[in-house]
């Protein structure tokens, strides 16, 4: 069956401009989750959606990001005037029901690289 | 507050020799713990996960880990190494819904993890 998929896979972009990154969810998942890996560093909560609310944003860096999602369906986290510290790769990741100890399933990840 | 310490950010073995790759974690409530596996460009695998019923997980590809409440270590252990383990393994902390409150209700936080290497 398939995966949690995201889009693009690889993204270069100027500093200053905005990036949008696509999570398709696996189909039937109402808990959605998106994480950054920074290299040679463990994942960073970023931000959890329970359908499309989104309970805890806790892990959002700063007000040049946010994410949407459609009902339980694709969700989008958007940076704004990206800078060279948001390089980094994007993973989401989704689950039958959000918290432990419901396995989250990861997509491949967005590798982001702002010039 | 959780937290997860990987203690080693690589550990190299010889194959056919055990791996032990070393997690402490840190929770104010009941944690549920968790070891990923990710390969070189490919996505993140949950290789078991310890959810407070029997202290000693197996998981995939003959790994285990056993939980010491005592020591706050969830370590992972697998007898004999094979070429094809090599990758980067996370711990990883989720405190449990029941007394959790909060929002970090199903927030899981990732040790910096650890790049298993194994020579033939």
């Known amino acids: 069956g398939a995966g949690v998929s995201q889009s693009p896979s690889n993204k270069v972009t100027e500093k200053g401009k905005d990036v949008e990154l696509r999570c398709d969810p696996i189909?039937?998942?109402?808990?959605l989750y998106w994480y950054r890996q920074r290299l040679g560093q463990g994942l960073e909560f970023l931000i959890y959606f329970q359908g499309n609310s989104a309970p805890d944003k806790s892990g959002l860096p700063s007000d040049r990001f946010s994410a949407e999602r459609t009902g339980e369906s694709v969700s989008t986290l958007t940076i704004q005037r990206t800078q060279q510290e948001d390089s980094a790769v994007y993973l989401c990741?989704?689950?039958?029901?959000?918290?432990?100890?419901?396995?989250?399933?990861f997509g491949p990840g967005t590798r982001l690289t702002v010039l | 507050a959780q937290s997860v310490t990987q203690l080693d950010s690589h550990v190299s073995v010889s194959e056919g020799t055990p791996v032990l790759l070393r997690c402490n974690y840190s929770?104010?409530?009941?944690?549920?713990l968790f070891w990923y596996v990710q390969h070189p460009n490919k996505g993140l695998q949950l290789l078991l996960k310890y959810t407070s019923a029997a202290t000693l997980v197996k998981g995939i590809n003959g790994f285990e880990a056993e939980f010491k409440k005592s020591e706050t270590s969830f370590h992972l252990t697998k007898p004999s190494a094979h070429m094809s383990d090599a990758a980067e393994y996370f711990c990883?902390?989720?405190?449990?819904?029941f007394g959790a409150g909060g929002t970090s209700y199903g927030k899981l936080t990732f040790g910096q993890g650890t790049i298993l290497t194994v020579h033939p």
């Open positions: 990883v902390v989720s405190v449990s819904p």
């Open positions: 990741a989704s689950s039958l029901q959000s918290g432990s100890p419901h396995e989250q399933f």
């Open positions: 929770s104010s409530y009941s944690p549920s």
């Open positions: 189909s039937g998942h109402t808990a």
